[in-house]
């Protein structure tokens, strides 16, 4: 019988990101940074002018974050017992949005916190890599699991019958970014994130049928 497949994001779902790259920002660049939206310059500010950086110089500022600093990044609260219980009857895909340079640090870095799965990195919508997972694995029942409200619209293109669950795991953040229109659930906690998943893995059932 083909097991189940969780595809779960990383950054602010199994290791907290966005926090740590606010404190780097201010240390290294005079950079002051409040989690407010998930358009990322929106939330930066030069300290002398008080002007947003550029798009050019966000992602510049993403660049220096990782890998070189990705070291400052932990674990989001019950993620690694979580994983290591659904683990036990599915299949586990880290599907992340870093660049491929990045694969191997990011291989170590979950490995430090006792998650070791197949990584694999991705730059842009996650429909479709989701949906050669999927049929990598047979047509299996599974669960997307992304904090990004345009991933899930990109799975619900590409992918389906793939359950998709919204998680937003940083506490700053989350309060503030709403339920994402295509995801079947909002959940921010992995204790109830980890039943959820499990409800989807017994019941045997694609998302459309």
């Known amino acids: 019988m083909t097991r189940p497949l969780l ?118 919508g996650k429909g479709g890599p989701v949906a050669q997972l999927v049929a990598e694995h047979g047509d299996p029942v599974t669960v997307f699991v992304d904090d990004l409200p345009h991933h899930h619209a990109s799975v619900a293109e590409h992918a389906p019958r793939v359950h998709r669950l919204h998680m937003v795991s940083e506490p700053e953040l989350a309060p503030g970014v709403p339920a994402a229109p295509e995801a079947h659930a909002r959940i921010d906690d992995w204790r109830e994130a980890e039943a959820w998943i499990a409800a989807r893995f017994a019941a045997g059932r694609h998302a459309e049928d």
């Not at 595809?7 to 404190?23: A, K, S, T, W, Y």
């Not at 966000?58 to 220096?64: C, K, N, Q, R, V």
């Not at 609260?77 to 990045?102: F, Y």
């Open 7 to 124: 595809i779960c994001d990383c950054d602010e779902v199994l290791l907290h990101m966005i926090r740590h790259f606010g404190d780097w920002l201010g240390e290294v660049h005079d950079i002051d940074f409040r989690p407010r939206s998930w358009e990322l310059a929106a939330n930066m500010r030069h300290r002398v002018t008080g002007e947003p950086p550029s798009r050019e110089q966000m992602f510049g500022f993403l660049g220096g974050f990782f890998p070189s600093q990705m070291h400052r990044q932990t674990l989001v609260p019950h993620a690694r017992e979580a994983l290591a219980v659904l683990a036990g009857q599915a299949d586990i895909v880290i599907l992340t949005n870093i660049g491929d340079e990045c694969r191997a640090p990011r291989i170590e870095q979950l490995a430090a916190f006792g998650i070791e799965h197949r990584v694999e990195c991705n730059q842009g």
